[in-house]
């Protein structure tokens, strides 16, 4: 699917969908419980459907309804020679590893697109370490093998995701474990996420200058009913998107999130953008935007977007610390770059850091733009033609429908040009 964008200004209100990061811990936690959870979810994604299907595999039973998932804890007389496809999610695949590891089960794990080369050789290693006997050190990986308690030794500065499977596996161990960190964590909002999940599940996890300590032997214990949070990453798309010359209201959000990502607001507001607050909702519209420095250590999934104000920014915009974007669903600093090149941005890119000049004369007359198979360079792609006026076509957008199926369906609600051919 390809998606010519038009020059428009989108203006509006948008309730947002449910945070795909809350839904995946959600479900887990349902699936690793004492009694089904009902799940009030907004909106579904690909990412969701890939945890959902590998839970129903391990022998959950999963039923999606109007307002959300019913989930019923997964069954330990499920087969044991199971294939679990976490498509291209990585939170799938490094939130199931250490569980499936903890349950001892006898599992294939796989995936697609860019996932089997995104970094897990850290994480194998400790689960070997601690009794796991998968050989592989990429996908696919044959699971097999139980692994004990102890400790579990872990930068913290490749994916949180290794700490929070190893999180929610730990617990389910009989013996007691530590979480100890060889360095300070990156993406720490994440963690919190977790914390705040594995709390309503009424996991104990006792916090440490150094890392983590778990008791073994504990229940997840239901909550019955849970609704999952409206999504700050998603929703950093229409933040930008208003600052960058629009007025967009977006609904259904917490201000006090423990998601790292509702940081877009105040970044907006450091470039010039003007900011209301409302009861759980936003309100974000154009200013003077002037370039800023931003530190992308513990919010590399907004990094794309910032890019977009950045380009349409007064002056120079340095985004700092953001190697790890290159080992996403693309390399996104050159997915980044190369686009707005193309939209006529002047961006340099170093191996840890971006730098846009803002300001400059966008081309006229039509531009090809690549998707990379990355949701987040769609989104961020499409709001920047569209602010600059550029007449530009996203090629392979479907890859939106990894964390927000309903993104142009709701751009063009808002006023943007957006036709797919
Ligand atoms: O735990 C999560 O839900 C996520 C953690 C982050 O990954 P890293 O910790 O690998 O940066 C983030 O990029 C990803 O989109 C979702
Ligand atoms: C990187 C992302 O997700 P994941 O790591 O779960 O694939 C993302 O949603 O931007």
């Not at 995936?111 to 990429?138: F, M, T, W, Y």
């Not at 500065?157 to 700490?163: A, E, L, M, P, V």
């Not at 409302?278 to 530190?295: A, P, Q, S």
């Not at 007064?314 to 974007?325: C, D, M």
Request: charged share 25%; glycine share 10%; hydrophobic share 40%.
């Amino acid at each position: 699917m390809n998606i010519k964008i038009g020059k428009s200004i989108l203006k509006g209100n948008i309730k947002v969908i449910s945070s795909k990061s809350d839904a995946h811990r959600l479900l887990i936690g349902g699936a690793l419980a004492d009694k089904p959870t009902k799940i009030f979810l907004e909106g579904w994604s690909n990412d969701i459907e890939a945890t959902k299907s590998c839970l129903e595999t391990l022998g959950c039973e999963v039923i999606r309804d109007n307002d959300g998932i019913q989930i019923t804890p997964l069954w330990d007389g499920q087969a044991d020679d199971i294939v679990l496809d976490c498509v291209e999610s990585g939170s799938t695949l490094r939130f199931l590893l250490p569980i499936v590891a903890a349950l001892g089960k006898h599992a294939i794990l796989e995936g697609q697109g860019r996932l089997p080369e995104r970094p897990i050789d850290v994480l194998l290693e400790e689960l070997r370490a601690h009794g796991s006997l998968v050989k592989e050190n990429n996908l696919p990986l044959v699971m097999a093998g139980q692994i004990s308690g102890g400790v579990y030794t872990l930068p913290g500065n490749i994916s949180s995701q290794f700490i929070t499977g190893l999180l929610f596996a730990l617990p389910l161990l009989e013996e007691d474990s530590e979480i100890r960190l060889t360095t300070k964590m990156e993406s720490r909002g994440y963690v919190d996420m977790t914390l705040d999940t594995l709390r309503l599940f009424q996991i104990e996890i006792e916090e440490k200058d150094w890392g983590f300590k778990i008791k073994g032997g504990q229940t997840y214990r239901s909550p019955l009913e849970v609704s999952a949070e409206g999504d700050w990453s998603g929703a950093a798309f229409w933040v930008v998107a208003g600052g960058i010359g629009g007025e967009i209201t977006c609904t259904g959000l917490r201000k006090n999130s423990c998601q790292g990502d509702k940081e877009i607001v105040d970044l907006m507001e450091q470039f010039g953008a003007k900011v209301t607050w409302g009861e759980n909702e936003v309100m974000v519209c154009g200013g003077n935007l002037k370039g800023i420095t931003i530190d992308a250590a513990q919010i590399p999934d907004l990094v794309p977007a910032l890019c977009v104000a950045a380009a349409l920014a007064e002056g120079t915009t340095i985004i700092y610390n953001a190697g790890r974007l290159r080992m996403k669903e693309s390399d996104r600093l050159k997915a980044m770059a190369e686009g707005l090149q193309k939209l006529g941005v002047r961006v340099s890119q170093q191996p840890e850091s971006i730098k846009i000049e803002g300001g400059s004369v966008h081309p006229e007359g039509e531009v090809v733009l690549d998707s990379y198979d990355d949701h987040r360079i769609v989104m961020s792609l499409a709001i920047a033609a569209a602010a600059m006026g550029v007449e530009a076509v996203i090629e392979r957008a479907e890859a939106v429908s990894k964390s927000y199926p309903t993104f142009f369906a709701e751009f063009t609600r808002l006023g943007g040009a957006a036709d797919v051919f």
